[in-house]
Nanobody, 121 residues
Framework: QVQLVESGGGLVQPGGSLRLSCAAS????????MCWYRQAPGKQRELVAR???????NYADSVKGRFTISRDNAKNTVYLQMNSLKPEDTAVYYC???????????????WGQGTQVTVSS
């Protein structure tokens, strides 16, 4: 069984920073891409950033230059450093990881439970 647990959300003023973490645990053989998504009230869930095991990175245009995704493969953890936060960044942030639990099995997507980020003065 695999679990993804996010942490680091909270309330921050516009222009402030937060660092989100997402740690994968359980029966893990390998992890491929790790991603951060977000979902604001009344909106669809959207991809914020993605990082492959080899370190290739993609960002949504709305966060380029402000957010930085990174990962620690030894700790099965992905991070999202968020700087210059804006009210429109307010959302529940979810991590997703493509995980194989055994060598002989394909990778499946696992999701965390989400962490709330609120940007407000």
């Amino acid at each position: 069984q695999v679990q993804l647990v996010e942490s680091g959300g909270g309330l921050v003023q516009p222009g402030g920073s937060l660092r989100l973490s997402c740690a994968a645990s359980g029966t893990i053989f390998s992890i491929d891409a790790m991603c951060w998504y977000r979902q604001a009230p009344g909106k669809q869930r959207e991809l914020v950033a993605r990082i492959t095991r080899g370190g290739r990175i993609n960002y949504a245009d709305s966060v380029k230059g402000r957010f930085t995704i990174s990962r620690d493969n030894a700790k099965n953890t992905v991070y999202l450093q968020m700087n210059s936060l804006k009210p429109e960044d307010t959302a529940v942030y979810y991590c997703k990881a493509a995980i194989a639990t055994m060598r002989s099995l394909p990778k499946y997507d696992y999701w965390g439970q989400g962490t709330q980020v609120t940007v407000s003065s």
